[in-house]
């Protein structure tokens, strides 16, 4: 099956800590792949996304992603956690399918930032 | 240069009501897709439009449809409303169809829909 793992449901982090949010995805091809987050009441914000090339990619407000084939991963980090960045993040990834492509997304992970 | 702007933001419906959500894309933006976000389900791919043909759809009932306009905007119209159809309605643009490399999908606010 093709899908998109978040392992982690919920994280809780100190401010000034670094933050990891794990992606993992079952794919046959490379996969396009994306990273949004929501803020409570909001809608999705991209943070960043990969096509191809390097396979550390480097979004908004601080954060980057590193796309492993081997792993079938797209780990989410930022150095340095900002009380503002408390809210919920998907990992999201483009299917290619004879039936018709959509982007589809993991089950997200809630991110308590701890003062 | 504005977002996806989606109308209205939040509302509210009774049962067996109809309600129409739309969507106006960012400028130059020709494919035009719905997610349902709900607490249980997650996020849920609803439909693709890309000039004004719908590529693809999830699996909901027929109840759920769409459209879109030569100006690229967007409207879903969900009939005979259930309580289950409580939910974050996301539109999403993209200048490409799904699936095309480097073809960036972004988001809207989203509108709130209780039907109570």
């Known amino acids: 099956a093709q899908s998109v793992t978040q392992p982690d449901i919920h994280i809780t982090v100190s401010e000034g800590a670094s933050l990891e949010l794990r992606c993992n995805y079952s794919y046959g091809a490379t996969p396009y792949l994306f990273w949004y987050v929501q803020s409570p009441g909001q809608g999705l914000q991209l943070l960043l996304k990969?096509?191809?090339?390097?396979?550390l990619v480097q979004g908004i407000k601080g954060f980057e992603a590193e796309f492993k084939r081997s792993q079938s991963s797209f780990n989410l980090r930022k150095p340095s956690v900002h009380w503002s960045d408390a809210a919920e993040y998907f990992c999201a990834v483009v299917l290619i399918k004879a039936a018709g492509n959509k982007l589809t997304f993991g089950g997200g992970t809630r991110v308590l930032v701890k003062p | 240069k504005a977002g996806v702007t989606q109308t209205p933001r939040y509302l509210i419906k009774t049962r067996g009501q109809q309600v129409t959500l739309s969507c106006s894309p960012i400028?130059?933006?020709?494919?035009v897709s719905w997610y349902q976000q709900t607490p249980g389900q997650g996020l849920q791919f609803l439909f693709e439009y890309f000039s004004e043909t719908q590529r693809n759809k999830g699996n909901f009932p027929g109840r759920f449809s769409g459209r879109q306009f030569s100006n690229s905007r967007s409207e879903m119209n969900v009939s005979t409303l259930e309580l289950g159809d409580s939910a974050l309605y996301l539109c999403?643009?993209?200048?490409?169809?799904?699936?095309?490399?480097?073809?960036?999908?972004?988001f809207g606010e989203g509108s709130w829909l209780t039907v109570v």
């Open positions: 999403a643009s993209s200048l490409a169809p799904t699936g095309l490399s480097g073809n960036t999908i972004y």
């Open positions: 990969y096509f191809s090339g390097d396979t």
């Open positions: 400028s130059g933006h020709r494919s």
